[in-house]
Structures are given as structure tokens and as C-alpha cells.
């Protein structure tokens, strides 16, 4: 079995301030000692659950970034639960960092802490990177979760529809609407690379009118995501009318959107007060 999952940060890239006996010999010249730091993002570019027995293994890219330092010398690499790591993009014991930015790209974690069928939604552990160096250590920790894909309501107008959605999927290669009279839909639109792949830590809100409707008719739709293997994942299915009483677009005041979690749409009126002078 093998999926592509989002992603939730639990915190944030780390930075680690260093002291002045650690760092004294790595600094940059004319550097203060104190001010070295070192700061890491992980980009997730997919996750597979393998075998019946759901082990989860997370393939990413690895930047790290060397502030107030010259060269530092990686020192170890532990992947916590998914350990052990596999050192394919040369993040591994003896690998130098520049003094600016290293990427360290296409590693694989090991296989992580096992659960029975049917596996969860959210992986048991979170993926814990620590790299250790000549000049101190960086931590990265994030969750591991399904991918989730929502559709939005509409907002129709007698002959077109704005369709919207939202959707958290690491390893997207595209996405678009289907719309029609039925739930077999039969029409495809809006079709977008837009913000794939991504690291799945966003939420993704996007939209596209459909045009050429036809006038009080019921509508059925729904945001479909292309994971990069193929396989499509499905928000679900969504009705509107057109020409209905649903506010449509740009005739009352400010219409806004947000897309909060669950997916929940909320549409506001901004409206102007008409104020008389004596």
C-alpha cells in the first residue's frame, strides 16, 4: 500500500545559538563567537506506508544554513523513530556544510514505528531529524499525516460559477474541478500546476469560474487532486444553483473567503452605511 500524505510542523526550522567555547574556532573572521548559528528546513517530497504491517518511510530534502561560521563538519545524522537514514543526498557523518547554504537532497528515512491494519491516518511518530556537527546540533520535528482535499461552496450566477476548494497534499502534480447536472459530472476545468508539488505544510486554497451554465439549473462539483504517482484524490461533492439567492460575485460590498480547518467557507458582507448631513 502507498500514499502520499500531508504534512503539519510542529515546529518551526530551529535555530541554535551557539557559545563562545564551541564556536570559537569556527568562526568567521571578525565574526562575533556568540552570534554563530545554524538554522535547518526539511522539504517532505513523498511518503509510502509499506507492507501490512504500516511502516512509514519519508523521503525528503534537507537545507541547512551556517550563520557567523566557515566550513562545519557534520558529525552524525539520527532520523529518531525512522532511523536508521539513508544517506543518498551525502547528508551523513563527514559531509563539510559550507559557509552559507547546504541542500542535501533525495534522502529516505528508514522505516518508522509499525501499527496493524487499516493503517491510521496520522503516522505514530513524528519525524525527528537531528544533525549534529563540529559546531552544534539542529533539530527538525514534524508530523506525518493523510493528504486532504476539500471542496468549497460555490458562488453561482445565472450563467457561471466561481468553484473553489482547498487542499493539503505533499506531492501534488496538478489539480481541477469537475462539474455537471449529475454526479457523474462530466466536465473537467481548471486544470493547474500551481503550488505542486509543495511541502504540504499550507494549506492550499484555489478556485476557477465556470462559464457558458445554464440558468437555474442544480449543479454538482467537486476539487480533484493528481498525487505525482497518479493516484486522485477527491473532495466531495458539492451543489449550487445558478441564478439562486447565494450572493454572487462583486454585487454586494467585499465578499471574502477563508478557508479554515475542516474546510469551512465563511462568506462576509462588507456593506456601506449611508449617512445624511443636516
Known amino acids: 500500500m502507498s500514499g502520499g500524505f500531508r504534512i503539519r510542523t510542529i515546529m518551526a526550522s530551529a535555530a541554535v545559538l551557539l557559545s563562545a567555547a564551541s564556536s570559537a574556532v569556527l568562526a ?6 556568540s552570534a554563530g548559528r545554524l538554522t535547518m528546513s526539511v522539504h517532505i517530497n ?3 506506508v509499506a507492507g501490512s504491517a504500516c511502516n512509514w ?3 525528503f530534502n534537507v537545507t541547512i544554513t551556517s550563520i557567523g561560521f566557515g566550513p562545519v563538519t557534520v558529525t552524525g545524522v539520527n532520523a529518531g523513530s525512522y532511523a536508521p537514514l539513508d544517506h543518498d543526498g551525502g547528508l551523513a557523518a563527514g559531509a563539510v556544510l559550507s559557509a552559507g547554504t547546504s541542500t542535501f537532497t533525495n534522502l529516505s528515512s528508514g522505516n518508522g514505528p509499525a501499527e496493524g491494519q487499516p493503517c491510521p491516518a496520522e503516522a505514530p511518530a513524528p519525524l525527528v531529524l537531528t544533525v549534529n556537527t563540529s559546531a552544534g546540533s539542529v533539530t527538525w520535528n514534524q508530523s506525518v499525516s493523510d493528504p486532504r482535499v476539500v471542496t468549497m461552496p460555490a ?6 460559477a466561481t468553484l473553489a476548494g482547498s487542499f493539503d497534499v505533499a506531492n501534488c502534480s496538478k489539480y481541477y474541478f469537475e462539474y455537471g447536472t449529475t454526479t457523474a459530472y462530466g466536465h473537467q476545468v481548471g486544470t493547474s500546476t500551481a503550488h505542486c508539488p509543495n511541502d504540504g ?4 486554497i484555489v478556485s476557477f469560474t465556470a462559464t ?3 440558468p437555474g439549473t442544480v449543479y454538482h462539483y467537486r476539487l480533484v487532486v493528481v498525487q505525482s504517482y497518479g493516484t486522485k484524490l477527491y473532495g466531495q461533492d458539492v451543489q449550487f444553483v445558478t441564478g439562486s ?6 454585487t454586494v460590498g467585499m465578499i ?3 478557508a479554515l480547518a475542516g474546510g469551512v467557507l465563511f462568506i462576509t458582507q462588507r456593506r456601506r452605511r449611508n449617512r445624511q448631513h443636516a
Open 28 to 33: 568567521a573572521p571578525g565574526a562575533s563567537a
Open 46 to 48: 513523498s511518503q509510502v
Open 57 to 59: 518511510t519519508i523521503n
Open 155 to 160: 458562488l453561482p450566477q445565472d450563467t457561471s
Open 201 to 204: 505544510t499550507t494549506t492550499q
Open 212 to 214: 457558458n451554465l445554464k
Open 245 to 250: 439567492t447565494q450572493v454572487p460575485v462583486g
Open 256 to 258: 471574502g473567503l477563508a
